[in-house]
């Protein structure tokens, strides 16, 4: 078992505030990874983050004074590689292991640290950028938060599967009959299939409540495939709620509509649905077929008429066996503990070589041909 004094540092993204306000899933995962270690006997955590965070009984090194999501910033990629090449500097004296949360850039600035780096992905390895960095830099140490994520880019050097953590203590539960009602929680972006959902909800003669931000790139989707829909009568759409708020709807539904067009690494808004024992309607792709239990949790489709002829069989889903089944792959200790054996083995690696900074080194260049 890892040391309990181990020192371990967290780098984190500056989108965002630690714990979001709103929307921020890989702030949100990072307040509770956070929340996980301190519950699990961890007290030596370093986060390099905004001056404007603050978790109590953590100590927050930070170069930048507030997230950037939410307001114009000139030059924020400059700013970016400062507050990394800042944490990494840091790093050096104030940790014994860095697990990096800020995507593929850390990985550049890696060699200049003796302190061991390893990176969860978040689905990073989808991306052609990413995962041409992965790649590059395959032999250092990652953390995947599925199987399903190692497709992307699956030579790299998988230390663990480690899923993203839910709070269950911020999930309200009731066993008492649900509403009648579908949401659909999440980006408005077309790889979430907010029309699949809007479909559905039609076939079934259902409401259906959607909420989460609308992204610059998705505007035009939301506007051609989504807004002519919204009538308050039988769609609705409630804005980029909070997640408390989001959580109620949640938690009252008849289920959660998950049916997605892309190869998600996770799917936050699945979990925490299952968290609220709400049963899920999910494809098969990406990681849901490692959430989402056939029967027990939700069910599995490959269309929207399949949904549809299914649909009798969430009555007969227990919510309370949702929730368990949801407990027992993603409670907050749980997690903690995943990540601790991770940590451990990536430590006893880099320890045991007599020239730690050997393993840092890149294999061959590659052609860009």
């Not at 000139?74 to 400062?82: F, K, N, P, S, Y």
């Not at 830099?137 to 953390?143: E, K, N, Q, V």
């Not at 480690?162 to 579908?182: A, C, H, M, R, T």
Request: hydrophobic letters at 40%; glycine letters at 6%; aromatic letters at 10%.
């Amino acid at each position: 078992m890892l040391d309990k004094k181990t020192r371990i540092g967290l780098l984190a993204p500056i989108n965002w505030s630690i714990p979001p306000v709103s929307y921020g899933p890989w702030e949100q995962d990072i307040a509770d990874i956070i929340t996980g270690l301190k519950q699990i006997g961890y007290h030596n955590i370093v986060l390099f983050a905004t001056k404007e965070t603050y978790i109590p009984g953590v100590k927050t090194i930070a170069i930048i004074d507030k997230p950037f999501g939410d307001r114009d910033v000139r030059g924020q990629h400059a700013w970016e590689l400062i507050h990394i090449a800042h944490a990494m500097k840091m790093a050096e004296n104030e940790v014994d292991i860095l697990n990096n949360h800020f995507n593929y850039m850390p990985l550049l600035f890696s060699e200049f640290t003796s302190k061991p780096v390893v990176t969860t992905l978040h689905g990073c390895g989808a991306e052609e950028t990413p995962s041409e960095a992965f790649r590059y830099y395959r032999h250092l140490p990652y953390i995947s938060i599925s199987d399903a994520e190692r497709k992307n880019v699956p030579e790299l050097n998988y230390v663990a599967t480690v899923y993203n953590p839910i709070n269950f203590d911020q999930f309200s539960f009731s066993p008492v009959k649900p509403g009648e009602y579908l949401v659909t929680m999440g980006r408005m972006h077309p790889n979430k299939g907010i029309h699949n959902s809007i479909a559905l909800a039609k076939a079934l003669n259902k409401p259906l409540y959607l909420a989460g931000p609308i992204q610059p790139e998705s505007q035009s989707y939301f506007d051609t495939r989504v807004a002519p829909f919204i009538d308050n009568k039988q769609i609705f759409y409630l804005g980029n709620i909070s997640s408390s708020e989001v959580h109620s709807w949640v938690s009252r539904a008849k289920a959660f509509v998950g049916m997605i067009e892309w190869d998600e690494p996770f799917g936050r808004s699945i979990a925490e649905s299952m968290a609220c024992g709400t049963p899920v309607i999910a494809t098969p792709m990406g990681a849901h077929s490692e959430l989402v239990r056939d029967g027990i949790s939700g069910i599995i489709v490959k269309s929207v008429e399949e949904a549809t002829k299914r649909f009798h069989e969430i009555e007969s889903i227990d919510r309370e066996k949702c929730r368990v089944a949801a407990e027992r792959l993603y409670s907050i200790p749980r997690v903690a503990h995943s990540l601790v054996n991770a940590f451990e083995k990536v430590l006893e690696e880099h320890t045991s070589l007599a020239h730690p900074f050997t393993y840092y080194e890149t294999s061959t260049a590659r052609s860009l041909e």
